[in-house]
């Protein structure tokens, strides 16, 4: 049994605003209103060390 036409998954394309990493300059995209929730979880992961963690 065959399918004549292609598997089609739903898409939804959301443009997000974007800042950039002071350390890494790396672009991450984030909720209005969750910028900082963002940004602290970046550094958390990316940069301990700039937040006084120890780092793994």
Known sequence: MSNSS???FPV???HLPVTRCQICHRTVAYRP???SE???EH???AHPE???LPSR
Do not use: D
Request: hydrophobic fraction near 35%.
């Open 43 to 45: 550094y958390r992961r």
């Open 33 to 35: 209103g969750n910028l």
């Open 50 to 52: 700039a937040l006084g």
């Open 6 to 8: 292609p598997r089609r």
């Open 38 to 40: 963002v940004l602290t």
């Open 12 to 14: 939804t394309v959301t």
